[in-house]
């Protein structure tokens, strides 16, 4: 019987999926996509400056997008009962009523504001929060009983203001809404919104300078210093391990002897002692980190030299009368051991990029005023406490993204090359 093209059955789309990842192409089409933004990033920082001479007058500004703002800040918002004819209370004085609130609104049927306001206006742009409450009746009241000028709110509950150039700045403006019952009785929600003079997607630090530029600036130091170590880790790395596998005996012995050596001092005090040595600067300390990783890509470069100088086509190239080098140096190691060395390059840099964060992170590699992500997250670790936690994530999102494109891009290539081999 004679079989069509409509008889067999389809791959489905999983199982391409599966066939990709399996080959490598999944990680390798990320990695490439993440390095690949790292570069316009040095691009851009190389051509337009560091982009952060800008600052905004308003202070430490949370995220503009509301889902960043519900994630990574959480300001107190506070909720107690009100009763028409009382005066508004201050902040402290809301303070003080938090503690008996709950047992209020038990007593007097519960009203309840659900709704959470955004925290953040830009100068010139409409700001709007809809106030909604559970458990009041449909004729309910809404009253504005502290707002910066130019703020409104209409019968439903909808707060207007476009903030003008000078309510820009400062710590906020206070914010008081109540909502309140035909008896009188009702809710009232106090809050800061913070104006600012431009519109900033991840927010601002504490200097007011735009989060995004700053992450920007950050990627200059995930490829130069990522290219020293790795430059210093394949030199050692292809001398001792190409010379040792080839001919053994004594330069075996002392390239034993160097990865013995180098193993029994840590490797994150070698850098910390290197960075106090060469005063905090990063070059000189990823040198080092080339010294600390290249026994490891000697070890598998003589690993590869010994499996394939016992192979015929080096007993034939022997006979063909080339030198030792040309066999090492061509056949054996460019032609034959080029796809391990491209997955160290790519793994050599992703830690790279976590060892210049790691050192800024603790006060010993890029130190202010340039900007890193470690000293980001290192300014960011102490606002954790007041639930502001927008400083410390994007820097750790961004460290996690480029040593994670780095890796998938060896991991990639490292599949691939198996894929070839069998």
């Known amino acids: 019987m004679r079989q069509t093209f409509t008889d067999i059955p389809a791959v489905s789309w999983l199982q391409r999926l599966a066939q990709l990842r399996r080959r490598g192409s999944v990680a390798l089409a990320l990695g490439v996509v993440i390095v690949g933004l790292l570069l316009l990033g040095n691009l851009a920082v190389l051509l337009g400056g560091d982009g952060l001479h800008r600052e905004d007058a308003a202070y430490r500004q949370p995220p503009q997008g509301l889902l960043f703002q519900r994630l990574l800040y959480q300001p107190p918002v506070e909720v107690t009962p009100y009763s028409e004819g009382s005066l508004p209370g201050s902040f402290s004085t809301l ?11 038990a007593a ?15 100068v010139g742009r409409r700001y709007r929060y809809q106030v909604r409450a559970d458990g009041l009746p449909a004729d309910a009241r809404h009253r504005l009983l502290a707002a910066p000028p130019g703020m409104t709110i209409d019968a439903n509950g909808l707060i207007e203001w476009t903030p003008e150039t000078t309510q820009a700045g400062g710590r906020g403006h206070p914010v008081e809404v ?58 050692l790395g292809l001398l001792f391990g190409g010379l040792a ?48 990783l290249f026994p490891g890509v000697a070890r598998g470069v003589k690993t590869h030299v010994l499996t394939l100088k016992a192979r015929q086509f080096i007993e034939a190239a022997r006979e063909l009368g080339l030198s030792d080098t040309e066999i ?4 054996i190691i460019w032609h034959n051991a080029r796809p391990f060395l491209l997955t160290r390059v790519f793994y050599g840099f992703a830690l790279a990029v976590v060892v210049e964060v790691t050192l800024s992170y603790l006060n010993i ?16 670790r102490t606002l954790i406490g007041n639930q502001q936690y927008w400083l410390a994530f994007f820097p750790a999102i961004a460290t996690i993204i480029a040593a994670g494109g780095y890796f998938l891009l060896g991991r990639g290539l490292e599949k691939r090359y198996r894929v070839k081999k069998t």
């Open 108 to 122: 007097a049927g519960a009203y309840t504001i659900t709704s959470r306001p955004r925290f953040t206006a830009v």
């Open 95 to 105: 303070n003080d009523a938090a503690a008996d609130a709950t047992e209020t609104q």
């Open 178 to 235: 109540a909502v309140i019952a035909p008896d009188g009785q009702g809710m009232r929600q106090a809050f800061t919104v913070i104006a600012s003079e431009r519109a900033h997607l991840m927010g601002t630090d504490e200097a007011g300078r735009d989060l995004g530029a700053a992450l920007l600036l950050g990627t200059r130091w995930t490829v130069l210093p990522g290219m020293i170590a790795v430059a210093v880790s394949l030199l």
């Open 328 to 331: 090492l140096w061509k056949d």
């Open 365 to 380: 590699g890029i130190l202010p005023p340039a900007v890193s992500w470690g000293t980001m997250m290192l300014e960011g």
């Open 245 to 292: 596998g080839y001919y053994e005996g004594r330069t075996d012995a002392a390239l034993s002897y160097l990865a013995r050596l180098s193993e029994t001092v840590p490797a994150l005090l070698l850098l910390f002692l290197a960075a106090v040595i060469f005063r905090y600067n990063l070059y000189p300390v990823m040198a080092v980190l080339g010294l600390v």
